[in-house]
C-alpha cells in the first residue's frame, strides 16, 4: 500500500495547483508566435499591395488610357504630317502630353516605313525603330507592349556609360485595320518613384520595383534605378501573383507582387533579425509574467509547508500526546498513533 508522506502531500498539491498554470502558459507561448506572425504577414502583405498599386498599377491605366485615346484618333495622314515639317494638331498634341505627364521622358513617332519623329527632338545615327527592342512588330490592335529594360540610343556624356532605358509602345492601325505606324513613350522611373519619397516601410524594411532581368527600376533611392539589382533568387521566387519567401543567403524575409505586361515585380524586405527582435520583444511579456507566477508560486508553497507542518504537528501531540515522541512526525505517525489509540 502506498503510503501518503507530508512532503508526498504537499507536492501533489502545489502539482495540481502549478498543472493550470502550466498548461496556460504553454498555450500562450504558442499563440504568441503565431499571431505575432499572422500579424506581421498581414501587415506586410497589405503594405506590398498598397504600395505596388500606387507605384504600378495607377500609372500603368493611367498610360493604357493614353494610348487608348491616341489610337482612336491618329489616322496614316496624321502621322505623315506629323513626320514632315507641316503644323498639324499632333504637332501641339504630343509635345503636350509629354510635357504635361511627368511619367513619360520622350516620346517617338514612326510610320510603316520607318521614318520618325521624336519629342523632345534630338539626333540619332542610323536609327530604325522597327529594329528597337521596344518595337513590337507582331503586336495586335490596341496592345500597349512594355519592353524589358535595354540600352538606349541616347548619346550619354561618357562613352563608356550606357544609359538604361524602358519604353512602352503601341502600334497603330487605321479604321481598315491595316497597320500604319507606331508610337512609343520612354518612361521616367525618377518620376515614378517620387510616389515613394517618405514611403514609411514597416519593420525597418525596403520597398522596390523591379523588372524581370533583376533591374531596380523604382526605388526612394533613385540613384539604384538601372544601378542596382535584386538578387536573382528573388525574381525565380516570384512564381505566383503575391507570396513571400525567406532568402536565408541575404538574411530578408521578402514580400512581393508580381505583373504581367508589365513583367514587373513589387519587393518589400524586411531584415530577419527584425523579424526575430519582433518575435522576441513579444516572449519577453510572457516571461516577466512566467518569473512573477513562479515566484508568487514559490512564496506560497514555503507557506503552504510551514503551516502544513504546524497543522501535523497539532494534530500528532493531540493524538499521541507524549508517549509518541519515537514516531515520525508525518502521514505515517498519525496513523501509527491512531492504530495505538484504538489498539488501548
Not at 68 to 89: A, Q, R, W
Amino acid at each position: 500500500m502506498l503510503t501518503l508522506t507530508s512532503k508526498r502531500a504537499l507536492a501533489i498539491t502545489i502539482s495540481v495547483v502549478l498543472a493550470p498554470f502550466l498548461l496556460i502558459s504553454i498555450y500562450s507561448f504558442f499563440y504568441i508566435r503565431i499571431n505575432t506572425e499572422n500579424h506581421f504577414d498581414e501587415t506586410m502583405f497589405r503594405f506590398t499591395s498598397n504600395s505596388a498599386h500606387n507605384c504600378i498599377e495607377n500609372p500603368i491605366r493611367k498610360i493604357n488610357v493614353l494610348f487608348s485615346s491616341l489610337s482612336g484618333m491618329i489616322e496614316k495622314h496624321d502621322i505623315i504630317e506629323y513626320i514632315s515639317p507641316n503644323h498639324t494638331e499632333l504637332n501641339l498634341l504630343i509635345p503636350s502630353l509629354v510635357n504635361a505627364n511627368e511619367m513619360l521622358a520622350s516620346v517617338l513617332v514612326s510610320d510603316n516605313q520607318d521614318n520618325y519623329k521624336i519629342y523632345p527632338p534630338f539626333e540619332l545615327e542610323n536609327y530604325k525603330p522597327s529594329s528597337r527592342p521596344w518595337y513590337h512588330r507582331d503586336g495586335f490592335k490596341d496592345q500597349v507592349f512594355y519592353s524589358e529594360p535595354y540600352i538606349s540610343a541616347k548619346k550619354t556624356n561618357s562613352e563608356k556609360k550606357k544609359e538604361k532605358s524602358i519604353s512602352v509602345s503601341m502600334n497603330l492601325f487605321d479604321k481598315h485595320s491595316e497597320f500604319i505606324g507606331n508610337i512609343a513613350f520612354d518612361l521616367s522611373f525618377v518620376a515614378m518613384s517620387n510616389n515613394m519619397q517618405g514611403l514609411v516601410v514597416p519593420y525597418n524594411g525596403h520597398f522596390k520595383v523591379a523588372a524581370m532581368d533583376g533591374s531596380v527600376i523604382m526605388s526612394s533611392n533613385t540613384k539604384d534605378i538601372f544601378t542596382r539589382t535584386v538578387p536573382a533568387s528573388w525574381i525565380s521566387e516570384a512564381k505566383d501573383s503575391t507570396g513571400y519567401f525567406r532568402d536565408e543567403v541575404n538574411k530578408k524575409i521578402v514580400f512581393y507582387q508580381a505583373y504581367q505586361n508589365p513583367d514587373w515585380v513589387a519587393f518589400t524586405s524586411v531584415d530577419i533579425k527584425e523579424y526575430d527582435k519582433l518575435l522576441n520583444d513579444s516572449y519577453i511579456v510572457l516571461v516577466y509574467v512566467i518569473l512573477a507566477c513562479i515566484f508568487c508560486y514559490f512564496i506560497m508553497a514555503l507557506i503552504c509547508r510551514a503551516y502544513f507542518k504546524q497543522w501535523i504537528d497539532t494534530l500528532y501531540k493531540n493524538i499521541n500526546g507524549d508517549d509518541g515522541n519515537e514516531l515520525p512526525h508525518n502521514f505515517a505517525g498519525l496513523c501509527q498513533g491512531l492504530a495505538k489509540k484504538m489498539k488501548l
